[in-house]
């Protein structure tokens, strides 16, 4: 199949810098090539140009609001010009910020299209906070809420340009930090939250395939955003909001794997991944490997062995 990539250099929506870096070491521990390896062609758009912040804008209880509104358009403008070129883009972060941008797009191009979008949220975290509520005034922390139309960020895109994520469309998998009030939003609104307990005492395989099974394949357009922080530190220590008990290499595997086999996934993100805080490239490593995972890796040819 055709893959896309394209770099998202943004650290404005947290505050740890560093992820600017996460695209390069995306590439360098070489997430291109192993794609291609598995027979995909792959088309590299580059980076995002770092816009200029957008002044004047100011949301009370958001830090650097003026340069997430100004990221937020320039990436769902770019993102909207890659998904017209067809095949399955991977957008490489870049703090989680980026999927207002990124995400905003893909909405609007299953609009388009007629396509049910689904969104799969692998996260310690639900980022499903409001200016309101952050006790951190990070922007990364509300990408979720702002996808699913929350008034108070209407502001990061003009008018008409964010079709909303329905809350029925909103999954998030692997929680297990959550603030007090955004607890208290998750559960108002009624998202779909799977965290670590249910995972321990039900697993994985389990846990996903009934999500999925829920799933169209004619009209649905799974997209998957996954924070580094999905994975337990001890894998991938390469993020700036470490959560310990996070998911092992083997469960991060069989996710990427049962995603792959189900035919639904039409857009990644790649996000949080700061090498300034990675032990010799081990985390980009492990997400390029997961990476390929999503697209068809595996230690053995299951098809052929099924039909042999």
Known sequence: MDISLLGIPLEAGNSVAGTLMGPAALRTAGIAAMLDGLGHRVRDFGDVAPPLPAEGTRIAGCRNAGEIKAWTRVIHDRSLEVLG?????????GDHALSMGTVSAVSRHCARAERDLVVLWL????????????????????????????????????PGELVPVPT?????????SIDIEERTRLD???IDCIDMRAIDENGVSNLLRTLLAGLDPERTHLHVSLDVDFLDPALAPAVGTTVPGGATYREAHLIMEMLHDSGLVGSLDIVELNPFLDERGKSARLLAELAASLFGRTVLDRRTRQTT
Do not use: C, K
């Open 123 to 158: 996260d310690a975290h639900a980022d499903f906070n409001t200016p309101a509520t952050t006790p951190s005034g990070n922007m990364h922390g509300m990408s979720l809420a702002f996808l699913n139309g929350e008034p108070s960020l209407a502001a990061l895109l003009a």
């Open 85 to 93: 070129q067809g095949g399955i883009p991977i957008f490489m972060g």
């Open 188 to 190: 108002d609104h009624g």
């Open 168 to 176: 029925r469309a909103i999954h998030i998998f692997g929680l297990r």
